[in-house]
């Protein structure tokens, strides 16, 4: 049977990410690997509540990805999507 993921990127969403994740796995979504990067607020907190309890849903800080750039690099996102649909492509069926 396939299987449906979905990667993301996550900054300063702290009041709307448990309702997007919910939908997403209430949707179907096998998997979400979220990253996130820059944030200032508590993304981290309420990703790390939902992952106790839905171990499908991964998530990871992509902040190193500045330092291989003098300040903040602006191929993040790109190299961030990248990242992690690799990850997700070795860590599932």
Known sequence: ???????????DESP????WIHHYLFSGFDYLYIGVNRTTDSTFSVLEKI????PNV?????????????GQNPE????AYSH?????????D
């Open 76 to 79: 993040l996102q790109a190299i």
């Open 16 to 19: 709307y990410l448990a309702d």
């Open 1 to 11: 049977m396939q299987k449906v993921a979905v990667v993301a990127i996550a900054k």
């Open 51 to 54: 992952t106790e309890k839905h």
């Open 58 to 70: 991964k998530y990871e800080n992509v902040n190193w990805i500045d330092k291989s750039h003098i």
């Open 84 to 92: 992690l649909s690799y990850k997700l492509l070795q860590e599932t």
